[in-house]
């Protein structure tokens, strides 16, 4: 799912402007993506910290980037937290509708669906449009089958 538009699987992200509602904000743009034990976490709700990437649009590439710790996972605590941080955009595997729209509602434009093994290839694939998804919202990965559990 990208924020105001369904994706269906194999989708991949425009290398068009991405930041519509600022086309002033080029460079200085944050992207989060969710990470469990240094790597990417397939269910943002998993994550232990989080990859803060700095970028710079009209060059696509990456500035900047840095590994912040998470505050604990209680409901909206992640956009919360990641608005708090400046990011504006997050690269995430599974997530429910839920928090989707928590996260739209601070202004955090969400890509769910994304199968990534690296992040920085990940943030640079967004980048450059190339992004592959699954279209999936909530599809759990190791942390849990999405059903049953409490939160979306």
């Known amino acids: 799912m990208i924020a105001g538009r369904p994706t269906r699987p194999g989708s991949v992200w425009p290398a068009m402007s991405m930041f519509p509602w600022d086309s002033r904000k080029e460079i200085g743009v944050k992207i989060a993506v969710p990470m469990a034990d240094g790597r990417f976490s397939d269910h943002f709700g998993g994550a232990d910290s989080f990859g803060l990437f ?5 060059a696509r590439s990456i500035v900047s980037k840095a590994s912040l710790q998470a505050p604990p996972h209680e409901r909206g605590a992640f956009p919360r937290w990641l608005r708090e941080q400046g990011a504006e955009v997050i690269l995430a595997g599974g997530m429910g509708p ?14 769910a669906g994304v199968v990534a093994r690296d992040l920085e290839i990940a943030v640079q694939e967004f980048l450059a449009g190339s992004l592959q998804t699954s279209g999936a919202l909530c599809s759990g990965g190791r942390l849990h089958a999405c059903g049953g559990h409490g939160h979306d």
């Not at 700095?54 to 009209?58: G, T």
């Open 98 to 111: 839920r928090a989707a729209q928590m996260f739209e509602a601070y202004g955090i434009r969400v890509v």
């Open 54 to 58: 700095e970028v710079d649009e009209p």
